[in-house]
């Protein structure tokens, strides 16, 4: 049980941190993955999608556990992780490049979807 609550809590964090992160400096934070956006617009907008709904996950993923929903949880983590990691991964296909934050971004999603399938598993059938 310590694994799967272990794996909520990072996936939570994860989120939570890159939500708080996408509000506080939004360009720059997508500069720092070679992303460039300027203007008033982009900004709300990156605050909007990339801080408000990180924010949201994030909230969810540490009260999935506070509440016992852990096997809820475990398959947001696993959906959402896993989601973003295929579109990551066609993405760096398709450019045939990466850099060092893509790179780092799709081993944690990986690892955090793994973790979660891992859960699930051990969690058993309902």
Excluded at 81 to 109: H, M
Aim: hydrophobic letters at 55%; glycine letters at 16%; one cysteine or more.
């Amino acid at each position: 049980m310590r694994g799967v609550r272990l794996t909520l809590w990072l996936s939570g964090l994860c989120f939570l941190s890159f939500g708080v992160a996408s509000l506080l400096d939004p360009l720059g934070l997508l500069a720092a993955a070679g992303v460039m956006m300027s203007g008033d617009v982009a900004a709300t907008e990156i605050r909007a999608f990339y801080g408000g709904l990180e924010l949201g996950l994030g909230s969810l993923l540490l009260m999935a556990d506070r509440y016992g929903r852990r096997r809820e949880g475990l398959w947001l983590v696993l959906a959402s992780y896993g989601g973003i990691a295929f579109g990551r991964s066609i993405g760096l296909v398709l450019a045939g490049q990466g850099s060092p934050f893509l790179w780092f971004a799709l081993a944690t999603e990986v690892a955090l979807a793994c973790a979660a399938l891992w859960g699930l598993r051990r969690l058993g059938p309902r």
